[in-house]
Nanobody, 120 residues
Framework: QVQLVESGGGLVQPGGSLKLSCTAS????????MGWYRQAPGKERELVAI???????KYADSVKGRFTISRDNAENTVSLQMNSLRPEDTAVYYC??????????????WGQGTLVTVSS
């Protein structure tokens, strides 16, 4: 059993900052790519940012220069620092990870989601 638990969502004013965190736990042998996705009301889920086990990153154009993804391989965590937030960043944010279990099974695992609301 492997799970991802997110934290850090909430209500913030435009221009403000939030930091999301996600911790993986369970029968983990190794974590490959980890990322953050979001889904706004009435829209499809979209990639926000992804980071490989080696630290290479990729961002959606809409968040470049404002969001920073990072990971702590020793703690099995991935974080998303979000600055200069805009109302259009309002969405449920989901953590995602590619996991190799101790049973040597590859799994793609999703967190339960955390709501970020940007509003005055």
């Amino acid at each position: 059993q492997v799970q991802l638990v997110e934290s850090g969502g909430g209500l913030v004013q435009p221009g403000g900052s939030l930091k999301l965190s996600c911790t993986a736990s369970g029968s983990i042998f190794s974590l490959n790519a980890m990322g953050w996705y979001r889904q706004a009301p009435g829209k499809e889920r979209e990639l926000v940012a992804i980071i490989t086990s080696g630290g290479n990153t990729k961002y959606a154009d809409s968040v470049k220069g404002r969001f920073t993804i990072s990971r702590d391989n020793a703690e099995n965590t991935v974080s998303l620092q979000m600055n200069s937030l805009r109302p259009e960043d309002t969405a449920v944010y989901y953590c995602n990870a590619e996991i190799l279990t101790v049973e040597l099974r590859y799994l793609e695992v999703w967190g339960q989601g955390t709501l970020v609301t940007v509003s005055s």
